[in-house]
């Protein structure tokens, strides 16, 4: 197997646990659970292979319809009664977000897209899952959460990929290490509560005169 | 006309009746009525399209434009005023779920899927309108009810239609056949309570030691 | 520059200006804002060049990045602390809506769609952003107002697109006479209340025998 396939089934079912965690918060049956994890885990390379024109992975190598089913019955007997669930729920979804934005981009840079493109289409498959899943579940999605870095981290692990991809240094070390980066920024800004201004420069506070 | 174009177009008009009676109880006006049941008319077929790299049918085929319109003027002047609204958008969400799972399952089939891609973009485009439909209006999809069956019968029917199509025993009183049963396992499971265990094993009661 | 282009570059930022004020106002941080302008600006089209089987122009050609960057600028820097939020919003949204009604249908005429087809996609478009842009945000989608018409003019406005084209009688001129027409229609609607009737003919008041 290919190092993009072996992350890619990794981050499905990183995105997946985080899915049907929250399908187990919201007391749904098995299947909600199964069906939560799955468009967690698959949605965002779903998006990213339409529009690349190709045939959606999850639906053309049953492969990938492994992760999802393993993360609903990791949470069913195993993670279901964990007292810190949030925390769990958001390092689960860390790890797809470093894994995804690492084999969208390198997927697209594949395909020929140009390097803009490539980086934009690696973070809309990592944060597209996420996002999928919370608007599923009728909540307000992570990626807008005020209080720590989500987007930051996938932007610059995309950028990291397609930069170290046209340099040529771009194999399995440089791989990881990105993915390391992604993975560490992510949970260090939830720990230390790193944000970035807000949309309106002076929403809070004096108004400009 | 063929078989699976009259079950889509079937399917097509339940499904955008489940909308148009969730417009009108919601209050939105006859075109947002128009809309959101071509949302859950069209929703599932669209997705099945584009995964299957189509041109989607309710854009190719103007005559998937007549169900949702008389599903809307259905709900304008007979089905607005009706008491039992919340079952009766249960009925037609169940009609449409039954033919949904045939027809995307075939369509799959016949595009030369393997059989666990058939199965699953046919439970896609059987859960993907209504999916669709509760996110547009901003509730929580009737997929993830716990107290009925929602996935499991469509899941049932595309795995039938599977099953039956590379034995070489589908056509059309098989068809028939497999909606009765998806139709009736959901109507009985809505009637009698009939659900599946919760996504957390251990969730309520004791804990596992 | 084409004509076409230059109208879908302006849509694109008035739907992001639209989406990142809405950031601003949920206090969204600035990348949150990039990413809500992003949705609501390039959404629609993504969703039509999909259907179209082609690349998405925002995957496609770098230059539709640049609206999104400038609206969460402007929304940062000038518009963040402007009292009249939701008028401004609504009227930024009334843009888009004109522009890409136009834009969608143009381009799915050029493909070879057929009428019906071609003035779908363009309300498809013209309404698509602005619906995934509520939908991602968690709120009931602005198309849904029961106060003011929405789609109405979008549909007006695709109609005319489709039939100018058709009489070959559509150019520049016409497109911003259109644009015209449909922006006036939607900010009329919203200034005097103008609205259709409900989804249901007799919810109101008395039933029919």
């Avoid at 190709?54 to 089913?69: E, G, K, M, N, T």
């Avoid at 899952?129 to 992570?142: F, T």
Wanted: proline content about 4%; hydrophobic content about 55%; aromatic content about 10%.
């Amino acid at each position: 197997m290919s190092l993009a396939l072996v992350l890619d089934l990794f981050g499905t079912f990183f995105f997946a646990v985080s899915g049907s965690l929250l399908a187990a918060r919201r007391q749904f049956d098995i299947v909600g659970s199964l069906f939560l994890g799955s468009v967690a885990g698959l949605g965002g390379g779903v998006i990213r292979d339409l529009v690349l024109g190709q045939v959606p992975s999850a639906f053309d190598r049953p492969v990938y319809l492994i992760p999802p089913l393993a993360a609903a019955l990791v949470v069913f007997f195993l993670l279901g009664s964990v007292e810190r669930f949030r925390r769990l729920l958001l390092v689960f979804d860390a790890g797809g977000l470093a894994l995804f934005c690492i084999t969208g981009t390198v997927k697209a840079l594949e395909a020929g897209m140009n390097p803009a493109a490539s980086a934009l289409l690696g973070v809309t498959t990592a944060v597209g899952g996420g996002l999928l899943r919370d608007v599923v579940a009728n909540r307000e999605p992570q990626l807008f959460n005020r209080r720590d870095l989500y987007a930051v981290p996938a932007m610059l692990g995309a950028g990291l990929v397609t930069v170290l991809w046209h340099a040529g240094m771009f194999g399995t070390a440089a791989a990881l290490g990105v993915a390391a980066v992604v993975f560490g920024l992510r949970v260090l800004s939830l720990h230390y509560g790193w944000h970035i201004p807000r949309a309106a420069g002076t929403w809070h506070g004096s108004r400009r005169e």
